[in-house]
């Protein structure tokens, strides 16, 4: 334990970890590493560890290397389930702390210090084992050749999951150097901001983080503390290079393009920056203490192959294989190579047909061979981030069976059908030829175009970098926003509503059977079913209306309370009750007209509180009345107890929740308290939503089962409403067939218009109630279709006149904060251009 936590000591008072609001020095931090490392108790186990760029992840990562114990990082947010089956970590460390399994009884070879993920082998259990010699060597090589210094300062723009993202850690803590841990992109504001605060002298990125740099002005941004940029994880065109090398030269940085694999703890070669310009497609000579070498005489092409002390002790299959000790001794990279004189090397290909895509490694072999096992007969390739497939077969039945064998998406497949393969002479397949055969696509996001769509945005001023939310997404546009990924992706990635669009558009889920229907969705459309056909007396099943009021809850945690800044929130807030409170108005005042349903104080959405009391005037809008009024009260709250919130997400949704509880027992039976009485349900929700262990949410499922006995004093109506408030604890998705999942999204996104106008339509149809049943959802459904029809005419019209709107709509809310302030700054100094700077700066595409 002692000598990773005296190497940070012994660096004192030096700066180790930035971060947005408070750093820490060297010293400071092996205080948190050593407290952290006695949370990992016990003999040596696994240690699976939820990764984010933050303290608390790393402090969790170094306590279990100091402790003996062998880390796994992973992604925070995914299906770790495999790995768990397959490894029985010992302890599970995520945001809420270190979770002990207990004693799982891992037999683990003595070398054993680390286990990373493959690059691609998404699915597998299949794992790179790692040495404390290997770890040390990589990060004294890289911190070698790229002259790591006590006052540098590297912002970490990939996970820590990722063997180069964790390369960099290493290497700077190695020699005593500082971090920027953040999770913001460089498409994002604030990352710029910190970076410059902070005085960073260094970035990593792969291939597309430089597209995305191009995007935001890069060229002209004002570093001056930037000292070099490092480019791995994938091949860069080298004409980029030689664009990006140019660009160092001229501001005073470097850039090193490097060549690495997880079997080799990161690093194994280099490009020195004076070299970018005159060999830029090059991957470089091999790193300090390293040897490349290529199996064929020099000039020509043979495998690369790569000897050093970073090179892995083996692979892991399972558990058993932790035993193991070193297996590899040479590194066969797959690469085909050759050898350019000067210790140069230059990557021309692969050995065997393999492509990365979406995080998949898909052997092409394979996939032909699959194909042909489903009777299709194809020719596949890549180009760039789709699958090019040649085939004898109808293109629709060929890229479904793509998908459905390599789980990509099938928008990321282009078909062609073909009446013969094309083949070279020598008879084997001709894939150029492929390629020329289809065609590539217009470069059109489908993700960004359900967006575009749904939220009302011209497509092409929609930052990548933003998610739905930073969108003005909202509970009811995330129905229909959903579905519609749902047809594009496959499957929804976890918390998707907070994943910036890039990230939604390079997600793919492995195909499966049926659809996976949020359980939100389900409920919200089986809730309206209820309440509509238990006022048409077509059955009587009463309740819909409270599951609807906890799911409510559920949204506003998920969506009002998300981590933006307060006035964001509040922003948010105020959007929310809008969609809600117009239509309503909207339609009282539409009905006050033609029938005599309601009364004026309906259009208040006061009738609760000002009467008349009649059932008919104040239950028909009762639910409405009630949300608003919460979404009310609250958005007050969320300015007053914001930072409170932030810090205590599920113990502040609690509080409410027992506020609600006391209110429900203190004032029942009380119609003018009737909002605050049944307030109680939308905290349930809301509590539901920021539950994120198992006694989290067994502790709301106990409090919803004692707060809802006896509520009503019908044990069936208590009984449905706890089940489907239960169901949304408990169950995140639900597996249908695709057509019932369609129509489901379909039913919930109409659920609010439904509800408004159902009163004034099942009547129409008098005793037959079936059918004014499913005139009324119909009708919803119909307002539904026309209102967004309406909107989105709207936002057409505001974008071909006024393209500036478009823009800010599509900005995110620290672009506009940006843009405000300088729109309403004062004129700067003579010479400067306002307008230049506006577009180099705040640019959102």
Known sequence: MRPLIDHLASLGERPAVHCADRTLTYRQLAVQVSSAAAQ???????????????????????????????????????????????????????????????????????????????????????????????????????????????????????????????????????RGAALLLTNLSVTDDEFWTLFRRYRATTFAGVPYTFDLLEQIGFDSMDLPDLRYITQAGGRMAPQRIREMATLGRRRGWELFVMYGATEATARMAYLPPHLALSSPGAIGRAIPGGQLQVDAPDGEIGELTYRGPNVMLG??????????????DILRTGDLARHLGDDLYEVVGRASRFVKMFGLRIDLQRLEASLRDRGILAWCTDDADTLVVAALADPAQVRDAVAAITGVPPAAVRAARVDKLPVLPSGKPDYPAVRALVPAQVATS???????????????????????????????TYVAVSVRLQKVLGRLPPQWQQAPLRDLEQAAQ??????????????????????????????????????????????????CLTPVSRSDRVRH??????????????????????????????????????????????????????????????????????RAERRYPFACAAAFLA???????????????????????????????????????????????????????????????????ALLIWLPTVRCPAPLAVLAGVVAEASLYTYLTHFQVYPLFGEHRLLGVLASLAAGVALS?????????????????????????????SARTRLAVMTLRPRAAAGEDDSNRFHSSARTD
């Open 785 to 813: 279709q026309l209102i967004n029809g309406i909107r989105r005419r709207v936002r057409q019209s505001r974008s071909a006149n006024s393209p500036s709107w478009t823009r800010v709509a599509a900005m995110t809310p």
């Open 315 to 328: 692979y892991a299959h399972n558990a058993d294989d932790l035993a193991l000790g070193r297996t590899v």
């Open 446 to 476: 489908t993700v960004r175009a359900v967006f575009a769509d749904v939220l009302h945005l011209d497509p092409d001023r929609i930052d990548p970098g933003a998610s739905f939310v930073d969108l003005g997404g909202n509970s009811l």
């Open 40 to 174: 990992f108790t016990g003999d040596r186990g696994i240690a699976l560890i939820e990764v984010r760029n933050d303290i608390t992840t790393l402090v969790h990562y170094l306590g279990a290397l100091a402790a003996g114990h062998v880390p796994l990082p992973v992604p925070a947010g995914r299906d770790h389930r495999a790995l768990v089956e397959c490894y029985r970590p010992d302890f599970i460390a995520d945001a809420d702390g270190v979770h002990h399994r207990g004693r799982q009884g891992h037999r683990l070879h003595p070398e054993l210090a680390l286990l990373l993920s493959t690059s691609g082998s998404t699915g597998s259990p299949k794992l790179v084992r790692l040495s404390t010699e290997n770890l040390l060597a990589n990060a004294a090589a890289i911190a070698d050749y790229l002259d790591i210094r006590e006052t540098d300062c590297a912002a970490t723009t990939l996970p820590m999951s990722y063997c180069y993202g964790l390369s960099v850690i290493h290497s700077h803590l190695l």
């Open 510 to 559: 492995p195909a499966t059977l049926g659809t996976a229907l949020e359980i939100s969705i389900a409920l919200r459309a089986l809730a309206i079913v209820l309440i509509v056909g238990s006022h048409a007396e077509l059955f009587t099943l009463w309740g819909g209306a409270h599951i609807l009021l906890g799911l409510a809850g559920y949204n506003f945690g998920r969506f």
């Open 573 to 642: 807030l105020r959007h929310t009750i809008g969609w809600i409170a117009v239509p309503a108005i909207v339609w009282v005042a539409v009905a006050l007209v033609v029938t005599d349903d309601y009364h004026a104080t309906n259009l208040l959405l006061a009738n609760k509180f000002l009467g008349p009391s009649d059932s008919m005037t104040a239950g028909r809008l009762w639910f409405v009345e009630v949300l608003v009024w919460i979404l009310l009260g609250l958005t007050a709250l969320c300015w007053l107890g914001d």
């Open 659 to 725: 506020l609600g509880l006391v209110l429900r027992y203190e004032f029942p039976g009380r119609d003018g308290w009737f909002t605050m009485v049944a307030f109680w349900f939308f905290a349930a929700g809301w509590t539901a939503a920021k539950a994120t262990s198992v006694w989290q949410r067994l502790a709301v499922t106990a409090v919803l089962a004692a707060g809802i006995h006896g509520y009503f004093g019908n044990t069936g109506r208590e009984i449905l409403v706890f089940t489907g408030l």
